[in-house]
């Protein structure tokens, strides 16, 4: 007779499994609550005390965690040496192991939590038994997902468990054990760089294709979901994110942020297009409209407010890709639903992102930084310049400082208190990166009140003469470049207000 070993945590599924499982001639053994679940089914189960005639002991902490199971699960079917072991020590092979760990994850997520508590939740012996099985997938199945009942079910009736679903539910197994201890190491790291980095995510969605059409991908979210997170919003309305639509959406997320007022972030390709503030969400959105009208076709928009049927007849006049906002109105989400393809998401807004490493990819490896959450404030600005800022111009200064660092660099923007009128992104030179915004900027109502923000410091004065030159009166960088006294001597010719925020903010 087949044996089955079933020990699981989450019970779904398991008693109809395991009926079938009977009706295919397995035997089946289990243990603690999994037995006693089975047993109120009606199910003749043998307790695992009863395999390795040892009873449970230390509260259940080893139950398992034997020879008569393990060497069950690893003999070699296909060696006579292993199966006259086994023989000889009166040894039952096992067949397959069904088994899901402790809640590990669940019990770290709940408030208050202690460190003993959640230490008393990681598995050994699941974790134990599934690396057997997996290790020895050709003769056992190692089952740890529930979802995955009914196509062994269906593959165990028709006659054979092929070799390639084997292999695929023994790499499964891998994956889930490797995943289950890389968040337990990163519960118990006190380190912020480890020797040896483990990170734990799980598939949120497979996608049509990644940046480009021939390029296959896929989104993964973290094992402890961070709320404030696109892969986190209830998408209300529309098709399937794309993987653009995901990054540029946690752009607009990131940007928004910044911002306690009435906001409307307008992103395309992962760069502010527009950004408007206003008393009402009306206004907010005819300054980010009237920033850029161009590069917000095909865009995404976040809005830090719920959504009003009259902001909602403005958007749906023209083609977006993806609205964000806390909520919507009835009468918005009407509007705006009407267009098939849009996608609305509603995610509660924050001001608060908690501090993460930021992991990126390159050949070979990864890097990884603290992501950059510093704050701008009044209080770190230095004036440098004989010139002094008007209250006015510092509100505009902090605006397009909180702007700039999300901004590709080389990165410019030009602004006014509560608007971006131009920006400069991704360009090798910065002198570039000004002429571009200010030709940008010149076009636009308000410009005789902008400003300018660099995210890195002025290497020569050109930038300012530059800017000055075309009717910048007050320019934000951070200082720190072997020749800012040129620049400082330069705003003082021009009567520019040069002001130092002491901290670069590179977007690579």
């Given at each position: 007779?087949?044996?089955?070993?079933?020990?699981?945590?989450?019970?779904?599924?398991?008693?109809?499994?395991?009926?079938?499982?009977?009706?295919?001639?397995?035997?089946?053994?289990?243990?603690?609550?999994?037995?006693?679940?089975?047993?109120?089914?009606?199910l003749?189960?043998?307790?695992?005390?009863?395999?390795?005639?040892?009873?449970?002991?230390?509260?259940?902490?080893?139950?398992?965690?034997?020879?008569?199971?393990?060497?069950?699960?690893?003999?070699?079917?296909?060696?006579?040496?292993?199966?006259?072991k086994?023989?000889?020590?009166?040894?039952?092979?096992?067949?397959?192991?069904?088994?899901?760990?402790?809640?590990?994850?669940?019990?770290?997520?709940?408030?208050?939590?202690?460190?003993?508590?959640?230490?008393?939740?990681?598995d050994?012996?699941?974790?134990?038994?599934?690396?057997?099985?997996?290790?020895?997938?050709?003769?056992?199945?190692?089952?740890?997902d529930?979802?995955?009942?009914?196509?062994?079910?269906?593959?165990l009736?028709?006659?054979?468990?092929?070799?390639?679903?084997?292999?695929?539910l023994?790499?499964?197994?891998?994956?889930?054990?490797?995943s289950?201890?890389?968040?337990?190491?990163?519960?118990?790291?006190?380190?912020?760089?480890?020797?040896?980095?483990?990170?734990?995510?799980?598939?949120?969605?497979?996608?049509?294709?990644?940046?480009?059409?021939?390029?296959?991908?896929?989104a993964?979210?973290?094992?402890?979901?961070?709320?404030?997170?696109?892969?986190?919003?209830?998408?209300?309305?529309?098709?399937?994110?794309?993987?653009?639509n995901?990054?540029?959406?946690?752009?607009?997320?990131?940007?928004?942020?910044?911002?306690?007022?009435?906001?409307?972030?307008?992103?395309?390709?992962?760069?502010?297009?527009?950004?408007?503030?206003?008393?009402?969400?009306?206004?907010?959105?005819?300054?980010?409209?009237?920033a850029?009208?161009?590069?917000?076709?095909?865009?995404?928009?976040?809005?830090?407010r719920?959504?009003?049927?009259?902001?909602?007849?403005?958007?749906?006049?023209?083609?977006?890709?993806?609205?964000?906002?806390?909520?919507?109105?009835?009468?918005?989400?009407?509007?705006?639903?009407?267009k098939?393809?849009l996608?609305?998401?509603?995610?509660?807004?924050?001001?608060?992102?908690?501090?993460?490493?930021e992991?990126?990819?390159?050949?070979?490896?990864?890097?990884?930084?603290?992501?950059?959450?510093?704050?701008?404030?009044?209080?770190?600005?230095?004036?440098?310049?004989k010139?002094?800022?008007?209250?006015?111009?510092?509100?505009?200064?902090?605006?397009?400082?909180?702007?700039?660092?999300?901004?590709?660099?080389?990165?410019i923007?030009?602004?006014?208190?509560?608007?971006?009128?131009?920006?400069?992104?991704?360009?090798?030179?910065?002198?570039?990166?000004?002429?571009?915004?200010?030709?940008?900027?010149?076009?636009?109502?308000?410009f005789?009140?902008?400003?300018?923000?660099?995210?890195?410091?002025?290497?020569?004065?050109?930038?300012?003469?530059?800017?000055?030159?075309?009717?910048?009166?007050?320019?934000?960088?951070?200082?720190?470049?072997?020749?800012?006294?040129?620049?400082?001597?330069?705003?003082?010719?021009?009567?520019?207000?040069?002001?130092f925020?002491?901290?670069?903010?590179?977007?690579?």
């Amino acid at each position: 007779m087949t044996r089955a070993l079933l020990s699981v945590s989450d019970k779904s599924g398991l008693v109809p499994f395991a009926k079938k499982l009977v009706e295919l001639g397995y035997e089946l053994v289990s243990t603690g609550g999994t037995h006693r679940v089975l047993t109120e089914a009606g199910l003749d189960v043998i307790a695992i005390d009863d395999v390795t005639d040892f009873p449970e002991m230390l509260d259940g902490r080893v139950k398992t965690l034997h020879p008569r199971v393990h060497a069950g699960l690893l003999a070699r079917r296909d060696l006579p040496e292993h199966m006259a072991k086994l023989s000889e020590f009166n040894i039952t092979p096992i067949d397959m192991v069904v088994v899901n760990l402790y809640p590990f994850k669940a019990t770290i997520q709940k408030p208050g939590v202690s460190q003993a508590e959640a230490i008393e939740n990681i598995d050994i012996g699941g974790p134990s038994m599934l690396r057997s099985a997996a290790k020895n997938f050709s003769a056992v199945l190692p089952i740890v997902d529930p979802t995955d009942y009914d196509v062994i079910i269906d593959k165990l009736q028709a006659g054979e468990v092929d070799a390639t679903y084997r292999q695929l539910l023994a790499a499964k197994v891998f994956q889930h054990t490797a995943s289950y201890d890389a968040l337990i190491a990163d519960y118990l790291t006190t380190s912020e760089f480890p020797d040896k980095l483990t990170l734990p995510y799980e598939k949120f969605d497979d996608m049509r294709y990644g940046e480009n059409p021939h390029q296959k991908a896929a989104a993964y979210k973290v094992a402890l979901p961070e709320t404030y997170s696109v892969l986190h919003a209830d998408i209300l309305h529309g098709k399937q994110l794309s993987y653009n639509n995901i990054r540029d959406a946690d752009a607009a997320l990131r940007i928004i942020a910044e911002f306690k007022e009435t906001t409307v972030v307008t992103v395309k390709h992962m760069n502010p297009a527009g950004i408007g503030q206003g008393q009402t969400l009306e206004e907010a959105w005819d300054k980010a409209f009237e920033a850029d009208n161009v590069s917000i076709f095909g865009g995404i928009v976040a809005l830090n407010r719920e959504v009003d049927a009259i902001t909602a007849e403005k958007m749906h006049a023209i083609f977006l890709e993806i609205i964000i906002a806390p909520s919507f109105t009835p009468e918005a989400f009407e509007i705006l639903s009407a267009k098939k393809n849009l996608r609305l998401l509603k995610l509660p807004f924050t001001t608060v992102i908690p501090q993460k490493l930021e992991v990126t990819s390159v050949l070979g490896g990864i890097v990884v930084q603290e992501r950059d959450l510093h704050e701008e404030t009044e209080a770190n600005f230095e004036v440098v310049s004989k010139a002094q800022p008007t209250a006015e111009q510092l509100r505009a200064l902090i605006f397009a400082q909180k702007v700039v660092k999300h901004v590709k660099s080389n990165a410019i923007i030009i602004a006014r208190d509560g608007q971006t009128l131009g920006m400069g992104a991704g360009q090798p030179n910065r002198i570039d990166s000004v002429v571009y915004s200010i030709q940008k900027a010149t076009t636009k109502v308000g410009f005789d009140e902008a400003v300018l923000a660099s995210d890195a410091f002025f290497p020569m004065d050109d930038s300012v003469q530059y800017a000055a030159e075309h009717g910048i009166k007050a320019i934000v960088e951070p200082g720190g470049s072997i020749k800012d006294k040129d620049s400082i001597a330069k705003a003082d010719e021009l009567g520019v207000v040069l002001v130092f925020s002491g901290t670069r903010h590179f977007k690579h």
